[in-house]
């Protein structure tokens, strides 16, 4: 059992940008997504990746401003998020899970078996 580890938090201005990045000791599961937390707020999926074909899925929330990769050379999966808003305020996780889902979008916190500790992003006006 690997845990992922996020970094790439931070603070920024409404309209900039940032990117996360997560690591899981040298492997990428089949699986990984990003997921936010406000306070106050239930954790949400953000974006998902199938690794293995490199098809992603995305909130309609953030459809368009954010972008989930990777790079299979680093085993480091990535979450650009342009056009940053107030709303974007939260601690992003990073998520794996061990095999694939079908059937469905994977954006559910049920979906996935291991977490990251998180890192704190803040978008002010």
């Known amino acids: 059992q690997v845990r992922p580890v996020e970094s790439g938090g931070g603070s920024v201005q409404a309209g900039g940008s940032l990117r996360l990045s997560c690591t899981t000791s040298g492997y990428i599961y089949p699986l990984m997504a990003w997921f936010r937390q406000a306070p106050g707020k239930q954790r949400a999926g953000v974006a998902t990746?199938?690794?293995?074909?490199?098809?992603?899925y995305y909130a309609d929330s953030v459809k368009g401003r954010f972008t989930i990769s990777q790079d299979k050379g680093k085993k480091t999966v990535y979450l650009q998020m342009n056009s940053l808003k107030v709303e974007d305020t939260a601690i992003y996780y990073c998520a794996a899970r061990r095999g694939i889902l079908l059937g469905r979008i994977p954006l559910g916190r049920s979906d996935y078996d291991y977490w990251g500790q998180g890192t704190q992003v803040t978008v002010s006006s």
């Open positions: 990746l199938y690794t293995r074909d490199d098809r992603p």
